[in-house]
């Protein structure tokens, strides 16, 4: 064949991804819009709309960053391949000459099948086997470039590197090399092209080459292909440089030609051929019963851990800073009262603002405060309570793992404040749990086998390398020890935050976190729960809809419930002023002991302890003491201790024998020895008092401190109001006005739902149909729209109602856009017209006025 024929195109081969999408069926396109959903926005008009749109820079970088490992070899594979490749020209590249990996052909060859059915649905390669192309962008992006190295560290072919360089050069090469000599620089180029993808000959020119200069291709080889080489090289690079093993491309900078490096790598593309993910290993083997009983303890612990944080915040939580979120003061009072560390702590307090338990209350003085549905969420069962935690944890973007670091201005980063949203953080949880799903039962993972997969099947950007010194030659190389990527970060944090729900029990998946993702039914056997390993990225299931999560949020509720402990209605009253409850108390028992006690100790069992101060708090709160002793009888599995009842009678005694009001305050008091007691006491005389009458004395403090100092002193007194009756004071449940859980924020357009890309597809095929509709000639009008009179207008369209005919028209809608449309006219009266639109796939009415012109489509 000479060098201008070129090989017959079948009929049937597309020309362009727009015919290569035209061929498709209405599942494949649905498909492609749903791995790449910003496609979808708006909807194209037509296929060639869509096709340049996937074409675009933006969206092939996105595409590219969502592929496995194994399908982005291929694509970098074909980006170093000749345009168009043959299936066996890739093969070749991805797999080397020896064919060996260590698994055979045929598992190469299923990889390498299921790697390019995920480019080709993904729109990012196009053509039949024997001419596939790489879209344009994408060969762009992968192909290598002194700016921008290849990621297979190949560098420009022989044709590229030798682009302006001097004819009697080229010549002095192909000599060197041992060719003849040629006529002109394009055959020069060829020959030595030729010479070097030919792996005899290429052989027998290495085997002349000095150890030297071996060492210095084996030190390129890999990349990064350039080199820096002084004015004077050494003799062996002289070597290379004279035979065209390293070819000058600017002053002081050499490379390794793509052809060169090929041969010395034996055809291979990739150092490390990556065609399967691999294996979640475990690290651990636990009975499944011990691991559901773990995770229900830490799921009850969850519940109550949240109650305490809100409990602590229900009469007003701390202040929102002026740029939002919760001060690191505010955080670590939280981790104190919570008696966790302050990562923790963070934690628990965005669990709560994502399942909207929490909020700011919105006043001028905004402070954080529970919201109305903290007080519908207590009325829900302990599973129901703990499967509204968990769902929402898995679908916030919020992620606590941030907090304390540095944002991209280097501000911190706190707690309930704005910068935390990470648009990737669902899917990632719901794929680190995936993957403990293909564990057996009971079975924990190791982290790194967890993040290895992540990594094969999300690959970070760029690699990490280093700079090296290939025998005089100074190669360049990224800088190395670049920082874990947030991916893998999140993906350690999902292992510890599934821990603290108590969705994993000891590392391992319980059977309602399996339930959780819908993996299985309730009446399924645990056999069933493996999967297998081997599976791609293009296979692995999106995460679940806000529907499939509310059912299977539910179906874990049910799985968790026999498991917690139910709710206790006594506790075990001991002679140390003390009260265990040996689990968790019903609501209105545990409601009244938090008031009359104060909790010592937490646990499999709480400790309660009775002081005086919590008595009074008791007594405070509206309580005689008889009837502290009737909820303490009736509520003892043990009788009530005689000291008890002495502290609760002995601060009853004394409660409400000094009164206080306003003067600015007062106390007053039947008992002259009493009071001459209390001004006889140095302590009284920050509180300023004086005798107004032999029963009254008055403060200059207010009343609301002369009753911390009197009590502080020993005393009992009571709050009276303005007529003279005690003040019962009670816990102010302050709430927020009502707020909805934040929304999750995605970077990009969501998924969109099967319904949304169905419609998608008809619109696009029907604008399709439009825009490719075969019409008969037209007079020239220099205007993609048909352009007619209004009298022609109106007779074609009355003759296509006569014959039933679809026409083509221009049409221009009220805010001036135009658009052209295929139509078949139904009825033509009082200046409008009715037809089906084939473009729109639904009848319409248009005026006659707003369209431009007519043209009948051809015969075929």
């Known amino acids: 064949m000479s060098t201008d024929e070129q090989p017959q195109r079948p009929a049937d081969t597309p020309r362009s991804l727009a015919e290569a999408l035209r061929s498709r069926d209405d599942a494949s396109l649905g498909a492609l819009l749903h791995a790449r959903p910003d496609l979808l926005t708006p909807v194209p008009n037509d296929l060639t709309q869509l096709a340049t749109r996937a074409a675009t820079r933006a969206s092939v970088v996105r595409a590219l960053e969502r592929l496995d490992r194994f399908a982005q070899q291929v694509a970098e594979a074909l980006a170093v391949a000749p345009e168009p490749a043959t299936y066996e020209e890739l093969h ?5 000459d020896e064919q060996g990996d260590g698994r055979g052909d045929a598992t190469v060859d299923a ?29 762009e992006l992968l192909a290598p470039a002194p700016q921008y190295p290849s990621p297979t560290g190949l560098g420009p072919t022989v044709a590229e590197a030798t682009a302006g360089m001097s004819p009697n050069r ?33 052989s027998a020119l290495l085997d002349e080459a000095p150890a030297e200069s071996v060492e210095v ?90 109650e305490e944080l809100l409990k602590d915040w229900d009469e007003g939580g701390p202040t929102v800073l002026r740029a939002g979120g919760l001060s690191v003061r505010d955080l670590k009072r939280t981790a104190v009262a919570l008696d966790v560390p302050e990562p923790v702590a963070a934690f628990w307090v965005e669990l709560a603002y994502a399942a909207g ?19 519908d969420w207590q009325e829900l069962s302990a599973p129901e309570r703990w499967s509204v935690l968990a769902t929402a944890w898995l679908t916030a973007t919020r992620t606590a793992g941030l907090i304390g670091g540095r944002d991209g201005k280097d501000r911190t980063l706190s707690a309930l404040g704005p910068h935390l949203d990470r648009s990737s953080a669902p899917e990632i949880r719901h794929r680190v749990l995936t993957l403990l799903t ?40 990224p800088a190395a020890n670049a920082p874990m990527e947030l991916r893998a970060r999140i993906a350690q944090w999902t292992l510890n935050e599934a821990e603290l729900l108590g969705i994993t029990g000891r590392g391992a998946l319980s059977a309602h976190g399996r339930a959780l993702l819908g993996s299985e039914s309730e009446d399924e056997g645990s056999t069933t729960r493996t999967t297998a390993t081997q599976t791609t990225a293009a296979t692995h299931p999106a995460p679940p809809s806000p529907a499939e999560l509310a059912v299977s949020g539910a179906r874990a509720a049910r799985l968790l419930a026999p498991l917690l402990p139910e709710p206790l209605d006594h506790v075990l009253l001991q002679a140390d002023l003390t009260a265990v409850a040996p689990g968790p108390l019903e609501r209105p028992l545990a409601e009244t002991l938090a008031v009359l006690a104060d909790v010592e100790s937490k646990g499999g069992a709480t400790v309660y302890r009775f002081t005086p101060g919590s008595v009074r708090r008791a007594l405070d709160a509206g309580k005689a003491a008889s009837d502290l002793h009737a909820f303490l009888a009736a509520h003892s599995r043990t009788p009530v201790p005689q000291p008890l009842a002495y502290l609760i009678d002995d601060v009853a005694r004394k409660h409400g024998h000094l009164r206080i009001g306003a003067a600015s305050a007062y106390v007053r008091c039947d008992d002259e020895a009493l009071l001459n007691e209390i001004l006889a006491d140095k302590r009284s005389q920050s509180l300023r008092l004086r005798r107004l009458a032999p029963t009254v004395l008055a403060a200059q403090a207010d009343p609301g401190a002369l009753l911390e100092g009197l009590r502080s002193m020993g005393f009992a007194p009571a709050a009276e109001s303005a007529e003279g009756d005690v003040l019962i004071t009670r816990a102010h449940a302050h709430r927020s006005p009502p707020r909805t859980a934040p929304e999750p924020v995605h970077d990009g357009p969501p998924l969109a739902d099967t319904t949304l890309i169905g419609a998608a597809v008809r619109a696009i095929r029907a604008g399709d149909l439009a825009s490719t509709a075969p019409r008969k000639a037209a007079p020239e009008t220099g205007d993609a729209l048909p352009r007619t009179t209004a009298s022609e207008t109106l007779a074609t369209m009355q003759a296509a109602v006569l014959t039933g005919e679809a026409v083509w028209i221009g049409y221009v809608n009220a805010e001036g856009s135009a658009s052209q449309r295929v139509i078949a006219p139904i009825r033509v009266e009082g ?20 369209v431009t012109g007519v043209a009948e489509l051809a015969d075929d």
């Open 92 to 96: 070749a590249l991805v797999a080397g």
């Open 438 to 477: 293909t564990l057996p039962d009971g079975a924990s993972p190791t982290p790194e086998s967890i993040l290895a997969r992540l990594r094969w099947e999300r690959p970070p950007r760029g690699s990490a390398g280093g700079g090296a010194s290939a025998g005089g030659v100074s190669t360049h190389a």
């Open 111 to 139: 990889a390498l099948g299921r790697a390019l059915a995920t480019l080709r649905e993904q729109a990012l390669t196009w053509g039949a086997e024997d001419r596939i192309r790489l879209v344009r962008t994408a060969r």
């Open 170 to 202: 080229m010549q002095d090469i192909v000599a060197a090399a041992g060719l003849p000599s040629t006529h002109d620089a394009v055959s020069a180029v060829k020959s030595l092209t030729e010479l070097f993808a030919d792996r005899t000959r290429m």
């Open 217 to 306: 291709l084996s030190r390129l080889v890999w990349g990064p292909p350039y080199g820096q080489v002084t004015a004077d090289p050494a003799r062996h690079l002289r070597w290379l440089l004279d035979r065209g093993l390293l070819l000058p491309t600017s002053p002081g900078t050499v490379v390794l030609p793509r052809e060169a490096a090929l041969h010395l790598r034996a055809g291979r593309a990739h150092r490390v051929l990556e065609p399967f993910p691999p294996a979640v290993e475990p690290l651990r083997e636990h009975r499944p019963q011990a691991v559901d009983a773990a995770a229900a303890s830490q799921a009850y612990m969850a519940l109550d851990t949240v």
């Open 357 to 375: 338990l929490v909020a700011a209350d919105g006043d001028a003085d905004e402070r954080y405060a529970a919201t109305p549905a903290y007080d």
């Open 831 to 850: 200046g409008f017209v009715t037809a089906y639109d084939h473009t729109a796939d639904e009848v319409r009415t248009y005026p006659l006025h707003r």
